[in-house]
């Protein structure tokens, strides 16, 4: 099974493990409670680059909950301060949010082409559902969650425009 499928679809499910989540990588991959597996990336072309940018929050706050929002948002402004890249004639900034009741992780992509070529990046899904979710006992955590998500949204708002 590899079926495109929209970033929500990671809602209300429990992710157990994510590979390849650092700054310049081209693929990610999530593995959920259910047996199922998404992989976010970037089918590389000729004068053009996708990857990730920036990680923002703890990949720790979501793993092993549920999550409660999948959200992606693109922008095709730089931010103050980011340097024209080699291919920029083109670009695109794409920032994917993943939100549980322990924290939050903005996951952020930037894609670079001379205009000609895609800046996007894919969601798909490559297993199926397997089991039934697997019970995840959540570890308590002391933080004020209104505060990080504050900070957070602010965060994630500050690309959005």
């Given at each position: 099974?590899?079926?495109?499928?929209?970033?929500?679809?990671?809602?209300?499910?429990?992710?157990l493990?994510?590979?390849?989540?650092?700054?310049?990588?081209?693929?990610?991959?999530?593995?959920?409670?259910d047996?199922?597996?998404?992989?976010?990336?970037?089918?590389?072309?000729?004068?053009?680059?996708?990857?990730?940018?920036?990680?923002?929050?703890?990949?720790a706050?979501?793993?092993?909950?549920?999550?409660?929002?999948?959200?992606?948002?693109?922008?095709?402004?730089?931010?103050?301060?980011?340097?024209?890249?080699?291919?920029?004639?083109?670009?695109?900034?794409?920032?994917?949010?993943?939100?549980t009741?322990?924290?939050q992780i903005?996951?952020?992509?930037?894609?670079?082409?001379?205009?000609?070529?895609?800046?996007?990046?894919?969601?798909?899904?490559?297993?199926?559902?397997?089991?039934?979710?697997?019970?995840?006992?959540?570890?308590?955590?002391?933080?004020?969650?209104?505060?990080?998500?504050?900070?957070l949204?602010?965060?994630?708002?500050?690309f959005?425009?």
């Open positions: 099974m590899n079926e495109t499928k929209p970033f929500n679809e990671l809602l209300r499910k429990t992710i493990s994510i590979d390849g989540l650092s700054v310049g990588s081209d693929a990610i991959t999530f593995r959920c409670s047996g199922s597996e998404y992989q976010m990336f970037h089918r590389q072309d000729c004068c053009e680059s996708v990857s990730i940018e920036d990680i923002c929050g703890d990949p706050d979501i793993i092993g909950f549920e999550v409660l929002q999948a959200e992606e948002a693109t922008s095709s402004d730089n931010p103050p301060g980011v340097k024209t890249g080699e291919y920029q004639d083109s670009f695109t900034w794409t920032f994917y949010r993943l939100t009741n322990r924290g903005v996951i952020r992509w930037y894609g670079e082409s001379n205009g000609y070529y895609s800046e996007s990046v894919d969601f798909m899904q490559t297993k199926d559902v397997t089991a039934p979710p697997m019970p995840v006992e959540p570890t308590p955590v002391k933080i004020d969650p209104a505060a990080y998500r504050n900070y949204n602010n965060l994630f708002n500050l959005k425009q």
